[in-house]
């Protein structure tokens, strides 16, 4: 089941490791190649990554 760029919750807490194996699933699925569609799902994905790993540190310090 493929997730829409809609279905990405801006607010949405998932942490960085979780978001770097959906990246990682997405990219297995797509055989490499992205499809528009999940070149956006890639792009949020990728930002909400950043902004965990960020959160992560933030937190550790």
Known sequence: MRMSPDSLTPGS?????VLNEQIR???????GSLTPQERAEYE????QWAAAV????????
Do not use: H, P, Q, T
Not at 25 to 31: C, E, K, P, Q, V
């Open 54 to 61: 960020r959160d992560e540190m933030v937190e550790a310090a």
């Open 13 to 17: 807490v998932r942490s960085a490791a």
């Open 44 to 47: 949020l994905l990728v930002v």
């Open 25 to 31: 699933a997405l990219w297995i699925r797509a055989g």
